[in-house]
Structure formats: structure tokens, C-alpha cells
């Protein structure tokens, strides 16, 4: 309102500056003054739409980067809290096996061998470890060729591998070798991937060493 009261002064001066003076040239002149008024409205709406844009455009950026390294680093944490769980499963195979001899002298391994402490653990090949299994011995299952992906509860508060469960992005993988030249060490790895997705993830890899620090088929 206050912009076309402006207009209108502006016309009314003209107008007399056209009685004074030549009608024709004043008519131009308001021609002109309205063309000029038409554009400077166009840059002005066209200035005001780039900012708002800016505006709009740029928080949203860092949004979406913010969510993106957040969904990253979740990720990384649960694949090395999965490497780091099963060497410590592994490490309680072990230790299962030093009560099996204080307990039971006369233990043997489950493929009928003596009982030793590395007893159950596959040597030379991949294998899974289930961490919710009581049984140690059943917990490990070997792969015999690529290993299944890991699987949640319906509840998805337990990782593990059981029929009807939901599917996870993560497979986890065991491997263990004897090093040093005997068999008294060996030498666990665990590999943790991530499907590719929409986020690439480089794998999870974990190195632990586990000894036979109490004497085979004898009690402690």
C-alpha cells in the first residue's frame, strides 16, 4: 500500500511536470519510472529467493553429514565390540578347559583326544562363534567355506545364529593357527564386515594370542 501511495505521488508530479511542459515526453518518462519500478521488484524477489535458498540448503547439508558420520561411527563400534566379544569366547573356551583338567583328570576333547587346553578350538579354518551358547563345545561351529552373517533376536538385543532370527548386515569371522613353531600358542584373528551398503566400512580386524600355560591331561 504505502508503495503504490508512493507511485501515485510520484505520477501526480510527473503529470504536472507534463502540463508545464511537453505531455509527450512526460509519457515516457512514466513509462520508464514504471518499467524501472517492475525491475527493481523482479531482482529484489529473485535476490530474496537466493538467500532463503542459502539459507534452506546449507543447515540441511550439515544435517544430513552429521547423521551420516553418527550412523558411521555406530557401526564401527558395534563391529569391534563383535571382533572383541568373541576372542574373549574363545579365551573362555580355554579357560573351560583348565576346570575340565583340574576337575576331571581323565577328560578327553569332544573328537575323543586328551584333554588339552586349546581343546574345541578349529586349527586351520574358519569358524563362527555363538556367544550365547552355554556349552562351549557347541558354541563353535566351523564354516566350511564362507561364514553366515550374523543374526539378532526378534527384540534385536542378542547377536548370534538362530533359525527365524532377523539378519544382520555384520558376518563375523574366526581363525586360529598355532605360531611359534609348537603347538603350545596359537593365534586367534576375528574378522568383522559389513554388507555395503549406502556406507562403506572398511573391516574390523583382531589379533589375540592364547597359550597353554597349564600342562596337557594333567591337573592343575
Not at 24 to 44: D, F, Y
Not at 191 to 201: I, K, N, W
Request: aromatic fraction near 8%; charged fraction near 15%; proline fraction near 4%.
Amino acid at each position: 500500500m504505502k508503495n503504490n501511495f508512493q507511485f501515485s505521488i510520484f505520477n501526480f508530479q510527473k503529470m504536472r511536470y507534463c502540463i508545464l511542459n511537453s505531455f509527450a515526453n512526460c509519457k515516457l518518462q512514466i513509462e520508464n519510472s514504471r518499467a524501472m519500478a517492475r525491475g527493481m521488484t523482479l531482482i529484489e524477489t529473485l535476490v530474496a529467493v537466493s538467500i532463503l535458498a542459502v539459507a534452506i540448503v546449507a543447515p540441511m547439508s550439515l544435517t544430513m553429514q552429521s547423521l551420516a558420520s553418527a550412523y558411521y561411527a555406530r557401526d564401527q563400534i558395534v563391529m569391534f565390540n563383535l571382533a572383541q566379544e568373541a576372542i574373549e569366547s574363545v579365551r573362555a573356551v580355554r579357560d573351560g578347559n583348565i576346570l575340565r583338567l583340574a576337575l576331571n583328570t581323565g577328560a578327553t576333547c569332544p573328537d575323543g583326544g586328551a584333554m588339552h587346553l586349546l581343546c574345541g578350538i578349529p586349527i586351520g579354518s574358519d569358524f563362527t562363534i555363538d556367544t550365547r551358547t552355554i556349552d562351549a563345545y557347541e558354541a563353535i561351529q566351523d564354516c566350511g567355506g564362507a561364514c553366515p552373517a550374523l543374526q539378532t533376536d526378534p527384540g534385536e538385543t542378542l547377536y548370534g545364529y538362530e533359525d527365524g532370527w532377523n539378519p544382520t548386515p555384520y558376518t563375523r569371522t574366526v581363525s586360529a593357527e598355532y605360531v611359534g613353531g609348537g603347538t603350545d600358542e596359537i593365534r586367534i584373528t576375528v574378522t568383522v564386515t559389513r554388507e555395503a551398503g549406502s556406507r562403506q566400512l572398511p573391516p574390523i580386524i583382531l589379533h589375540a594370542n592364547l597359550y597353554k600355560w597349564v600342562a596337557d591331561g594333567g591337573g592343575i
